[in-house]
Nanobody, 116 residues
Framework: QVQLVESGGGLVQSGASLRLSCTASGLAFGNYVIGWFRQAPGTERDFVAS????????YYSEDVKGRFTISRDNGDNMVYLQMNSLKPEDTAVYYC?????????WGRGTQVTVAS
């Protein structure tokens, strides 16, 4: 059974940093692209970043490019999202996700709140 669990969210001031973690189980972790998404109240879930199987290729939304860094540790089945220079508009629930055999798997999310 595929399971993703996010952690590391919290309440911070504008300009602060947070590091989110996503731990995965039930899959051959190193074989899959992993993504981070976020959803603010009343909005759709949006893409934030993704990382290739080896970690060599990373992609970011324009909103976070230059501030966020995605990384992975295939030995520990972990994906990280380092978030710097946080802004109030980064406030959202953050999810990690993987697509396996045509099905999307999501964690339950971790809340990030950035106060102005």
């Amino acid at each position: 059974q595929v399971q993703l669990v996010e952690s590391g969210g919290g309440l911070v001031q504008s300009g602060a940093s947070l590091r989110l973690s996503c731990t995965a189980s039930g899959l051959a972790f190193g074989n899959y692209v992993i993504g981070w998404f976020r959803q603010a109240p009343g909005t759709e879930r949006d893409f934030v970043a993704s990382i290739s199987r080896s970690g060599k290729n990373v992609y970011y939304s324009e909103d976070v490019k230059g501030r966020f860094t995605i990384s992975r540790d295939n030995g520990d089945n972990m994906v990280y999202l380092q978030m710097n220079s946080l802004k109030p508009e980064d406030t959202a629930v953050y999810y990690c996700a993987v697509t396996m055999l045509g099905r999307d798997y999501w964690g339950r999310g971790t809340q990030v709140t950035v106060a102005s």
